[in-house]
C-alpha cells in the first residue's frame, strides 16, 4: 500500500568530534543512508534518484548504508543495486544489514551478493580498515538476527577510536559496554509520523500510556506493535549520547503507510573531527 503522506527528502548535517580521531582524518565527511525498503511503495524513483544526487555532490569520503534495503522479499534488491552503483566515495561504500534483509530465507545473501556485485561492502560481524589500523570500521549482525556479536569490538584496542554500523539503535544499549566512538543505525523510520515541539507518535503514545491507570494502558492504540519496532524511542532519530559512546539514528529513505509527518526521508552529512580540536 503506498503511503499518502509524502515529504521532501531532508538533509542533515552536523560535525561529531571524536577522540584520538587520527590526524590525517580531521574533517573526514561521511554520508549516511538507511532504511531504503527498495520496492516502489516505500521508496519512490525520484526519491533514490535525488539521493544519489545529493550524496555524489557531497563528494563523500565514506558512504554507510545501515540496513532494511528489502522488506517483503529480496527481488528488488537487484533494481536497487542497479541505480546506487551510480554512487561515489574516495575510501568506499559500507554496509550492515537490517531484521527484513536477514529474516527471510535466502535473503542475507542474496541482499549481500546484490551489494558486493556494485562495489559495496557488507559487514556482517566484521572489520574494515579502509583508512588504516587506527581508525577502524564494526558492522555487526543484526540485533534480532540471532548472530549480533557485539564481542568483536574486543579485537580492537580500547585506546583506539571506532565506528559501528547497526542497524537497530537499541543496541546502544547493549554497547555500552565497549568503546563507540560513533554508532550509526536507523531501523525506526524516526517514527515516522512527528508533532512538532512533542515528539513522534511511538513517544507521544508511550507518555499516553504511563499516564493512565494500569487497567486502561492496553487500550492505547498502535502501542502495542511500536513497543515491537524498539524499546528506546527516545533515541528514534538524531544525534544522542548514550553512557561515554555516540549515537546517530537516521530516519531512513524509505516510508511505510500511511506515511510520514513532520518526519522526512533523511541523508545524513556528518563531519568529523578530533574532540581536542572541535
Known amino acids: 500500500m503506498r503511503p499518502f503522506w509524502l515529504e521532501s527528502l531532508q538533509v542533515e548535517r552536523l560535525t561529531i568530534a571524536i577522540a584520538g580521531l587520527p590526524a590525517a582524518l580531521q574533517g573526514i565527511k561521511l554520508v549516511q543512508w538507511s532504511d531504503l525498503h527498495c520496492e516502489v511503495q516505500h521508496l519512490p524513483l525520484a526519491v533514490l534518484q535525488e539521493a544519489i544526487a545529493i550524496t555524489n555532490q557531497e563528494k563523500p569520503d565514506l558512504i554507510f548504508l545501515t540496513g532494511d534495503f528489502i522488506t517483503d ?3 528488488p534488491i537487484f533494481t536497487l543495486v542497479d541505480s546506487i552503483k551510480a554512487l561515489k566515495s574516495q575510501g568506499g ?10 529474516y527471510l530465507p535466502q535473503a542475507r545473501e542474496t541482499v549481500r551478493s546484490a551489494l558486493t556485485s ?9 572489520i574494515a580498515t579502509p583508512y588504516g589500523e587506527n581508525f577502524p570500521i564494526v558492522g555487526l549482525a543484526d ?3 540471532g548472530e549480533f556479536l557485539p564481542q568483536i569490538l574486543e579485537q580492537i584496542s580500547p ?3 571506532r ?11 547493549v554497547l555500552k559496554d565497549w568503546r563507540v566512538d560513533l554508532q550509526l543505525s536507523g531501523h525506526t523510520h524516526g517514527g515516522q509520523v512527528t508533532i512538532p515541539g512533542i515528539g513522534s507518535l511511538p513517544i507521544i503514545l508511550g507518555k499516553l500510556r504511563r499516564s493512565l ?3 486502561y494502558r492496553p487500550w492505547v492504540p498502535l502501542y502495542r506493535e511500536f513497543s515491537k519496532v524498539v524499546r528506546y524511542w527516545q533515541w528514534s532519530e538524531g544525534f544522542h549520547r548514550v553512557g561515554d559512546n555516540q549515537l ?11 506515511g510520514r509527518l513532520f518526519c522526512p526521508p533523511e541523508v545524513t552529512v556528518i563531519t568529523l573531527v578530533n574532540s581536542t580540536q572541535s
Open 73 to 75: 522479499s529480496p527481488q
Open 93 to 102: 561504500i559500507y554496509a550492515c544489514l537490517g531484521n527484513h534483509d536477514s
Open 118 to 126: 556494485v562495489g559495496i561492502r557488507v559487514l556482517w560481524n566484521e
Open 143 to 145: 540485533y534480532w538476527s
Open 159 to 161: 585506546d583506539i577510536p
Open 163 to 173: 565506528l559501528v554500523l547497526s542497524h537497530n539503535p537499541d543496541t546502544a544499549m
Open 213 to 215: 491507570p494500569e487497567p
Open 248 to 258: 546517530y539514528v537516521n530516519r531512513g529513505l524509505g516510508t511505510y503507510f500511511p
